[in-house]
């Protein structure tokens, strides 16, 4: 059994920040890429950064230069410095992990989500 539990969403004004944080617990064996998507009210669900275990980033172009996507390997966490955050912004925040687990292969977990409301 595998949990991603996020935290760190909220309400702010635009301009301003959050951290995001994401941890995974359970018979994990090792987990791949750590990443963040978001879903806006009536938008598909989009791919906002993602990290390697090695510590490669990608970021979705409409964030470069505000985001930063990090992880704790020891901790099985992945975080999201969300800086200068802007209304478009707004959206539930996922977390993912492409992890293995003691008994399993390779599979995709989902976290709960959590709302991130950017007020003008």
């Known amino acids: 059994q595998v949990q991603l539990v996020e935290s760190g969403g909220g309400l702010v004004q635009a301009g301003g920040s959050l951290r995001l944080s994401c941890a995974a617990s359970g018979s994990i064996f090792s987990i791949n890429t750590m990443g963040w998507y978001r879903q806006a009210p009536g938008k598909q669900r989009e791919l906002v950064a993602g990290?390697?275990?090695?510590?490669?980033?990608n970021y979705a172009d409409s964030v470069k230069g505000r985001f930063t996507i990090s992880r704790d390997n020891a901790k099985n966490t992945v975080y999201l410095q969300m800086n200068s955050l802007k209304p478009e912004d707004t959206a539930v925040y996922y977390c993912n992990a492409d992890l293995r687990t003691w008994s399993s292969g390779l599979y995709d977990y989902w976290g709960q989500g959590t709302q991130v409301t950017v007020s003008s």
């Open positions: 990290i390697t275990s090695g510590g490669s980033t």
